[in-house]
């Protein structure tokens, strides 16, 4: 018979693998509970319809169908990752194809499909010249002229375009490229295109499991949504010195919108051409460029011009070498039209032509218009053109595009 166990013999601890267990049992119940109360009370928010790519970083994801939050519009992208129909590569035959590289105004995210402004230059120029004419939107929201160099780089050229149509946004293409360089990412002005190194593949698997995590997890949203806003604080307090404010103020106070907006102290010299609107107080231009970049797009000789230029001249030699031809199309934005922003438009104009490079420049049509004209052309409480907006943007690069996609054609006639 057995002799029992003393009753003051301690019992057995429990292993490493037990302990392990009772802990996250608790923890899963607790996150599987907070996961349960945020579906049904804040729910999943929009999906993250962009993928990670080596280099590109965020492009859309192939054959995605979203709708967006903000204005209810249905985004759908194609099999190779374009807020467009599907092409061939190479073009079928006969048909003269145009790469539209650009940010969130030529991804078109805003309106609906068929009425961004290339769409509508698609079938007006296809119309005209009596033969198809394709204009392939590579714009992606959030990119500048950087990212466009690599974009052209490392997926428009191999849709083989004739012509590429550049659009470069005032109000933030200067500060998104010089950002990007400042990050010391691969630089698309020495070739430098890892894709098949090992970090970006990493980089890839990472973004990839986030982007799961965004789009099947109401708790990683809840959480990453803050996290973001704190990190965005955090990077205002503690930014490096190209990213402070300017210091600066203009020359005098600026008066009150009550006074007028013609004050003469108000170092501006674009009120001599566009006069104030009525209730807008005009912005005086930076008397000295600061350290910062954010003052740089009053500035020709800046940082981040010098930069852009680079930029767009290495953009025109790519195309070039694929025997196609550059034009670049260029606008501000609705505050800068309205504040009567001094830019160095004319410079930038000349710029362009004295390198060869075609100009689409509509920025005097929306200086001349109203207050009220303005805002009709703009989507309520947003930053971008609205399908009036579109449509006349594509009205006014029509016959200029007309002329010249009609020379192309008729040289490639004569060469073959």
């Known amino acids: 018979m057995p ?79 374009l807020l467009d129909k599907e092409y061939e590569k190479p073009p079928p035959p006969n048909t003269f194809r145009v790469a539209v590289l650009g940010d969130s105004f030529v991804a078109g995210e805003i309106v ?30 959030g990119i500048g002229t950087w990212k466009e160099l690599q974009t052209y780089h490392l997926r428009a050229r191999h849709y083989k375009p004739d012509l590429t149509l550049l659009v ?67 990077h205002q307090w503690f930014g490096p010195e190209w990213r402070q404010r300017p210091t600066q103020k203009n020359e005098t106070e600026t008066p009150a919108l009550s006074q007028s907006v013609e004050n003469p102290r108000i170092n501006n010299q674009l009120l001599k051409k566009y006069p104030a609107l009525d209730g807008i107080t005009p912005r005086s231009t930076p008397l000295i460029n600061e350290p910062t970049s954010l003052d740089d797009p009053w500035f020709f000789d800046s940082d981040a011009w ?23 199309m260029h606008f501000l934005g609705e505050t800068q039209y309205m504040e009567r922003h001094d830019l160095p438009v004319k410079e930038f104009n000349e710029f362009l032509e004295a390198n060869k490079i075609g100009v689409i420049d509509p920025n005097p049509i929306f200086f001349r218009m109203s207050r009220e004209e303005l805002h009709s052309h703009y989507v309520p409480q947003d930053i971008h053109f609205n399908e009036d907006g579109q449509r006349l943007l594509a009205e006014h690069s029509v016959d200029f595009l007309e002329r010249t996609i009609r020379k192309m054609i008729n040289l490639q006639s004569e060469s073959k």
Do not use: M
């Open 306 to 328: 010098n930069l852009v230029k680079k930029l767009i001249l290495k953009i025109k030699q790519e195309v070039e070498e694929d025997e196609g031809k550059l034009i670049v």
């Open 112 to 141: 609906k499909d068929g009425f961004e402004f290339h769409a509508v230059l698609e079938n007006k120029l296809t119309q005209r010249l009596n033969q198809p004419i394709e204009f392939i939107n590579f714009g992606v929201n």
């Open 168 to 234: 470069f946004y005032w109000g933030n293409d200067l500060d998104n490229s010089f950002s990007e360089l400042k990050r010391g990412g691969p630089n698309p002005l020495k070739e430098e295109y890892p894709t098949q190194s090992f970090k970006e593949k990493v980089q890839v698997l990472r973004k990839r499991f986030n982007q799961w995590l965004w789009n099947n997890v109401a708790l990683y949203q809840f959480t990453h949504t803050r996290y973001h806003l704190l990190e965005r604080r955090f």
């Open 3 to 81: 002799t029992p166990k003393p009753s003051s013999e301690k019992s057995k601890p429990l292993s490493l693998k037990k302990k392990t267990v009772f802990i996250l049992i608790p923890i899963l119940f607790f996150l599987a509970g907070l996961e349960g109360i945020l579906r049904l009370t804040v729910g999943l928010r929009q999906i993250r319809y962009k993928c990670h790519y080596p280099v590109l970083d965020n492009q859309y994801c192939p054959n995605i169908v979203a709708i967006k939050d903000k204005n209810g519009e249905t985004i759908r992208s194609n099999s190779d990752g």
